[in-house]
């Protein structure tokens, strides 16, 4: 199992502000609901199984955007899948690890 992030992430997020990261992108096979697990908590996605044509599997697209809480010591966000595929199984693939840092003086 296969899911890429294809919108850009912030390459770095502050210590102790909460954000909101937009992601989309795409799995290697057909899904039926996709969350994205921030630091250990689920996100539904606004829309999953869209549309895309462009790849082999054409109703593997998903966007939404999730809350990220406010860290209050450096360290990392870590981003996952969390993936229904059309057969029921479900797998959990790592996607991103944005890193929290104390913000420049």
């Known amino acids: ?9 912030p390459a770095s997020l502050p210590v102790g502000r909460a954000t909101a990261i937009f992601c989309s992108g795409s799995s290697s096979h057909d899904v039926r ?4 697990v921030v630091d250990g908590e ?5 829309a999953a ?10 109703r593997s697209g ?6 990220v809480p406010a ?8 981003l996952e899948g969390a993936v229904r595929l059309a057969d029921g199984r479900e797998a959990i693939v790592p996607l991103a690890r ?5 913000p420049p003086p």
């Open 98 to 102: 944005v890193p929290v840092v104390e």
């Open 71 to 78: 860290h209050d010591a450096p360290g990392a966000v870590e």
């Open 49 to 58: 199984g869209m549309p895309r044509p462009d790849l082999a599997h054409e």
């Open 1 to 9: 199992m296969e899911v890429n992030l294809e919108s850009p992430l």
């Open 42 to 46: 689920r996100h539904p996605v606004a």
């Open 62 to 67: 998903f966007w939404g955007t999730v809350q």
């Open 33 to 36: 609901r996709i969350e994205i």
